[in-house]
């Protein structure tokens, strides 16, 4: 680190250099840099006979919707509006009928989701029981195999062991 120089007012601040309002320069702030970036780029884009006939085709085809839109609107103002209003008010029904048929789906899934969960549930007791069952069934086997073996006292004497 250099110790502060006396007249060093970077020292006090220092992003001082970044700072626009002490600066003798132009003051460009952020939305200014991107339109004068935008247009430049424009104009860049523009060298291109291509982009050029594109562009022009694409302003008068705009011209003439425009064009025709202001037309029918100079006809029949109240008609257009009303006509505007009622495609609204269609979209509108349309969109309540579609939000009512997803609450209809969800409520249905949602219900189909509670019955399967009950049904997974009985399952896995179902599962558990018969597990039991044949722990009991394989119990029962193995004495009769001791019993007809002639094995009874030793399979006696290891039950009561466990």
Same mark, same amino acid.
């Given at each position: 680190?250099?110790?502060?120089?006396?007249?060093?007012?970077?020292?006090?601040?220092?992003?001082?250099?970044?700072?626009?309002?002490?600066?003798?320069?132009?003051?460009?702030?952020?939305?200014?840099?991107?339109?004068?970036?935008?247009?430049?780029?424009?104009?860049?884009?523009?060298?291109?006979?291509?982009?050029?006939?594109?562009?022009?085709?694409?302003?008068? %085809?705009?011209?003439?919707? !425009?064009? #025709?839109?202001? +037309? @029918? $609107? *100079?006809? =029949?103002?109240?008609?257009?509006?009303?006509?505007?209003?009622?495609?609204?008010?269609?979209?509108?029904?349309?969109?309540?009928?579609?939000?009512?048929?997803?609450? %209809?789906?969800?409520?249905? !899934?949602? #219900?189909?989701? +509670? @019955? $399967? *969960?009950? =049904?997974?549930?009985?399952?896995?007791?179902?599962?558990?029981?018969?597990?039991?069952?044949?722990?009991?069934?394989?119990?029962?086997?193995?004495?009769?195999?001791?019993?007809?073996?002639?094995?009874?006292?030793?399979?006696? +004497?290891?039950?009561?062991?466990?």
């Amino acid at each position: 680190m250099q110790p502060p120089l006396q007249n060093d007012t970077q020292a006090n601040n220092p992003n001082r250099q970044f700072d626009q309002h002490e600066s003798g320069g132009p003051k460009i702030n952020v939305v200014t840099g991107m339109l004068l970036g935008a247009l430049v780029g424009g104009l860049i884009a523009m060298l291109s006979s291509s982009n050029r006939e594109n562009t022009k085709q694409s302003l008068t %085809n705009a011209k003439a919707s !425009v064009g #025709g839109l202001v +037309d @029918t $609107v *100079k006809e =029949d103002p109240a008609g257009k509006a009303s006509q505007v209003i009622d495609q609204v008010k269609s979209a509108s029904g349309i969109i309540q009928e579609v939000a009512t048929d997803v609450q %209809n789906v969800y409520e249905k !899934v949602a #219900g189909e989701a +509670d @019955t $399967v *969960k009950q =049904d997974v549930n009985k399952v896995v007791e179902t599962a558990q029981e018969a597990k039991a069952d044949l722990q009991e069934i394989g119990e029962k086997v193995v004495e009769a195999k001791d019993t007809a073996l002639g094995q009874e006292d030793t399979s006696t +004497d290891q039950k009561s062991q466990t």
